[in-house]
């Protein structure tokens, strides 16, 4: 899909392809979000950057679901997903003076969102705008994760996009001009980087 119509739908999908979820996705779209923000609460105690990360899984299985669904990732969400995550950050490096890490967060979502963006303006067919927004929303987490976060933030997702693509190539489940919705396993890498490196 171009971009255009990606920012399109990006205003007018969600109330569609959210409320109109099946029961039994919602019920596991509200276990996974619980099991996975229990591991976080798990990982970082009662911290600072605690409430922070725990606003990524709440956005981001909801969005991966999303862009399962529909190949879509709406800016009803990916919008109030970057503004929380970034005023979250910000108040965790107010309290625990690590201002380092802000910066970080803030030139680790800077780069990434510059470099899909690149990727997507290259390969129009590729990466949509949803894409390239929640990349700049991924890598605020890597960034303010560290470098190592940030890496396999970046690198994980073409990593794993990569690998589900020639399963499902092997499969016959797709061809090679199918398009895959990039939104999980950019997700997943990021939730990767961030409980083992942070």
């Not at 739908?9 to 109109?20: H, Q």
Request: net charge positive; hydrophobic share 60%; charged share 10%.
């Amino acid at each position: 899909m171009d971009r255009q119509q990606d920012d399109q739908a990006g205003r007018t999908v969600l109330p569609r392809s959210v409320l109109a979820l099946p029961p039994a996705v919602r019920l596991w779209t509200g276990v996974v979000t619980a099991v996975l923000c229990a591991l976080v609460l798990w990982r970082f105690g009662w911290s600072p950057a605690t409430p922070a990360f725990l606003a990524l899984p709440v956005f981001a299985v909801v969005l991966g679901v999303v862009d399962l669904r529909t190949r879509l990732l709406p800016n009803a969400l990916l919008l109030p997903f970057g503004v929380c995550a970034l005023a979250l950050f910000s108040v965790a490096s107010l309290v625990s003076g690590e201002w380092d890490r802000l910066v970080g967060a803030i030139v680790g979502g800077l780069a990434m969102f510059a470099l899909y963006l690149v990727l997507a303006l290259v390969s129009p067919g590729g990466l949509g705008m949803g894409d390239v927004k929640l990349a700049g929303v991924l890598g605020l987490y890597g960034g303010y994760a560290g470098v190592n976060a940030w890496a396999v933030t970046v690198l994980g997702g073409f990593i794993l996009g990569a690998l589900i693509g020639v399963f499902l190539l092997l499969a016959q489940k797709a061809s090679r001009r199918s398009v895959f919705p990039f939104g999980p396993p950019m997700i997943v890498a990021c939730l990767a980087g961030v409980m083992i490196f942070a």
